[in-house]
């Protein structure tokens, strides 16, 4: 029999993680193939995507959260939003979804060897990001790469994902965390303001660094800007797109830049790539 | 290829006796439209048609279907769609619509195949009937084929007065021949020449031509150009012509559930409509009519090309036909091809 690629596999919901509650809450979730021989072979890399449905209220993209190095199983973090996610939000451990992927491209991890790494992040923007954190930080592969420097920031001190995680990376020498909030709040320490000024008040050296960035269409459009003027050239800058999809592989038709689609030929590319597409964003 | 006549006394029983071993879809009348429906016996055939309503597109990957079946809920399973297997014979298609499934396929059975469609395309055969009496809104001359053209279909026929001059194109269409082939005869020079004199006469009927020399490079410079939006401001934006071309491929999924049943569903979608983009965030990347018809224009003749090759577009006319604003492909993009930049 032909593959169906428009069929999931079944997965189980091994754990659920508050990340952010209230109205744009978010909820890591941890995802386990009932089939053991899938889940052994299912092998993504950074950046890739996969199709997460709650069966009987439809299918949605999502960035893989988790870093390649863990093997056993694979998170998405979740913005609650339309119907498939608030259904999501809903599930309890134990439960069953359905997954399809990985799908489309994916970050440089192996060519960004012996480089440093900015990451800039916004709000669930720093889901697709925090894979390639865990990834570069993972006990293999910490040595073999330079600097590492996470910007991230959210409009408040709650709706910052990855709270605890980041409490730990803080403890650590080997990674640089500059967290913000965009309006002030009492207690908060750190940079209050938007991402693309704390990036300029950070800093970064662009020798031999490649910056990757993901959150809302405007912070990527001034984190952009202002990473050129800190002399990033286009091709050290990488970004990560969003589009609607439901086929995921490129035949549906609606994800498109230009004659790219961003489920196949995307979600990652570099600025360099991004100057020279003409289509909608 | 090998060229047979059939006479147009036998040719009822043909197509009665093809339908006993296949599922014959050929064009006959409904709500005074022409449309490709399964016969069950040949009267119900119309051949009196310039061309279906609806593309035969619609045969292969079907309006609505179900991609496969579920159990919804916190413990859901899921049921595989059995795929069926039906011989199936396509009657009376012409040409431009059988170059239509050229172009999708690429789509379908690209690096994902789309086991609906392959199923469908491996079990039907494409007989075609070259059209004598192209219309006004006709071009497909302006890709460089012909309105009796075989190279799309495994079997042409045309209609050359008293008889139907057969071309077995494929090796798919030899084995449908074989398989009735006592209603066939060996074509005479004559016949063959016969088809050859109604191909010139058709050609010669269709009087107009999209320039298509170039267009490719020209749309590179032209994106930011403001004949999208003198365009955008005719269109009402009613998708009649995603839904009638018979290259558009573009579909939405939607789960249709109970609380015990449910199935994933794929219904045909349309760039024309603004939902069809927007994220659930809102944002939406083509918030304005003019960025959709501009990306309509831009699918068929410069993303499309670019990624398989060929112009999405057969010439087939449905889409100038069935405007109900007369926005007119060949003149825009004629415009745009003689444009001065």
Same mark, same amino acid.
């Given at each position: ?281 | ?140 001359? @302006?890709?460089?084929? &012909? !309105? *009796? $053209? ?10 050359? /007065? %008293? ?17 009735? @082939?006592?209603?066939? &005869? !060996? *074509? $005479? ?10 191909? /010139? %006469? ?140």
């Amino acid at each position: 029999m032909t593959e169906n690629p428009y069929q999931p596999s079944l997965a189980t919901i091994e754990k659920i993680k508050v990340e952010v509650t209230g109205e744009r809450a978010i909820k890591t979730f941890r995802l386990v193939m009932q089939d053991k021989k899938i889940q052994e072979e299912f092998s993504f890399v950074c950046g890739q995507c996969v199709m997460i449905s709650k069966l009987g209220k439809g299918e949605s993209m999502f960035a893989i959260s988790s870093s390649p190095t863990e093997k056993d199983y694979l998170e998405v973090s979740v913005m609650k939003h339309g119907k498939n996610t608030s259904a999501l939000h809903e599930t309890e451990e134990g439960d069953t979804v359905g997954v399809r992927g990985p799908y489309g491209n994916h970050f440089d991890v192996e060519g960004w060897k012996n480089k440093n790494i900015v990451f800039v992040g916004g709000g669930i923007g720093m889901a697709p990001l925090r894979s390639v954190v865990n990834y570069t930080l993972a006990d293999k592969n910490r040595d073999q790469y330079g600097n590492l420097d996470i910007i991230y920031g959210a409009r408040t001190s709650n709706d910052l994902c990855f709270k605890d995680e980041f409490a730990e990376l803080q403890k650590r020498e080997d990674v640089n965390v500059h967290l913000s909030i965009d309006v002030v709040e009492e207690g908060w320490e750190e940079f209050v303001g938007f991402v693309p000024s704390n990036l300029l008040r950070v800093k970064p050296p662009s020798k031999n660094t490649i910056a990757i960035t993901c959150g809302p269409p405007i912070m990527i459009k001034f984190v952009i800007q202002n990473l050129l003027e800190l002399g990033f050239k286009d091709e050290q800058i990488y970004t990560t797109l969003e589009m609607r999809m439901k086929c995921g592989i490129g035949i549906c038709g609606r994800c498109n830049i230009g004659n790219l689609y961003v489920c196949k030929d995307g979600p990652v590319f570099s600025n360099a790539q991004l100057k020279n597409l003409e289509g909608d964003l | 290829m090998e060229s047979l006549v059939i006479s147009k006394e036998n040719f009822p029983e043909i197509i009665n006796t093809i339908i006993k071993s296949y599922r014959l879809f050929a064009p006959t009348e409904e709500n005074g439209f022409s449309g490709f429906n399964i016969i069950k016996d040949y009267s119900e055939m119309d051949l009196s048609y310039l061309n279906s309503r609806m593309p035969p597109k619609a045969i292969l990957f079907n309006q609505t279907e179900t991609l496969f079946l579920m159990k919804p809920g916190a413990k859901g399973s899921i049921k595989p769609k059995e795929i069926r297997n039906e011989k199936t014979a396509i009657f009376a298609i012409r040409p431009c619509d059988a170059k239509g499934f050229r172009i999708l396929d690429p789509v379908f059975l690209g690096n994902y195949v789309d086991p609906l469609y392959k199923a469908n395309r491996d079990n039907s055969v494409l007989i075609g009937l070259s059209c004598n009496q192209p219309d006004s809104s006709c071009f497909c001359t @302006s890709f460089g084929d &012909s !309105p *009796a $053209s075989g190279k799309y279909v495994d079997i042409l026929f045309t209609d050359i /007065e %008293e008889k139907y001059l057969v071309e077995v194109m494929t090796e798919k269409g030899k084995g449908f021949v074989n398989d009735f @082939s006592r209603f066939f &005869s !060996p *074509a $005479s020079p004559n016949q063959i020449e016969a088809k050859n004199a109604k191909e /010139e %006469e058709a050609i010669k009927l269709i009087k107009r031509n999209l320039k298509v020399e170039g267009i490719e490079e020209k749309m590179d410079k032209m994106f930011d150009h403001p004949i999208w939006e003198e365009y955008a401001k005719k269109c009402i934006g009613c998708g009649t012509c995603t839904y009638l071309c018979p290259t558009c491929h573009c579909f939405d999924m939607q789960d249709e559930s109970t609380l015990d049943k449910g199935a994933r569903v794929r219904t045909w979608d349309a760039c024309m409509f603004p939902e069809y983009t927007m994220h659930a965030s809102g944002h939406n990347p083509r918030p304005a009519r003019m960025h959709r018809v501009r990306n309509r224009f831009y699918h068929k003749y410069s993303y499309y090309p670019k990624n398989s090759g060929v112009i999405a577009c057969t010439g087939c006319g449905r889409c100038i036909r069935y405007c109900p604003v007369n926005i007119d492909i060949i003149e825009l993009m004629n415009r745009v091809s003689e444009m001065e930049l």
